[in-house]
């Protein structure tokens, strides 16, 4: 089993900036990608970025924040970390970590207890 830990977050102003990290512990394996993903109530919760843990590191990021979040990892600290630039309002959400298995998919994953970001207007 993965167990997965966020910190940052919080309160931060439209244009402001700030990271998360996630910091994992456990069976890590036969992990080869973790994410972030965000929700808020009412809505499905949906991928902001994701790495491969493997020689290429692949990113990918959702289009609503592609240009403005940054995900990184580093691997001797076995922490995932997401910059976040230029905040807008709609960028308020829970966010989750989540560590996969590329053959299973991040819906069979593990997932972190989750953060708030709330971005003011």
């Known amino acids: 089993q993965v167990q997965l830990v966020e910190s940052g977050g919080g309160l931060v102003q439209a244009g402001g900036s700030t990271r998360l990290s996630c910091v994992a512990s456990?069976?890590?394996?036969?992990?080869?990608?973790m994410g972030w993903y965000r929700q808020v109530p009412g809505r499905q919760r949906e991928m902001v970025a994701s790495?491969?843990?493997?020689?290429?590191?692949?990113?990918s990021y959702s289009d609503a924040v592609k240009g403005r979040f940054t995900i990184s990892r580093d691997s001797a600290k076995n922490t995932l970390y997401l910059q976040m630039n230029s905040l807008k309002p709609e960028d308020t959400a829970i966010y989750y970590c989540?560590?996969?298995?590329?053959?299973?998919?991040?819906?069979?994953?593990?997932w972190g207890q989750g953060i708030q970001v709330t971005v003011s207007s």
């Open positions: 989540n560590a996969w298995r590329l053959i299973e998919g991040p819906s069979s994953g593990s």
């Open positions: 456990g069976s890590m394996n036969s992990i080869n990608a």
């Open positions: 790495i491969t843990i493997t020689s290429s590191s692949i990113t």
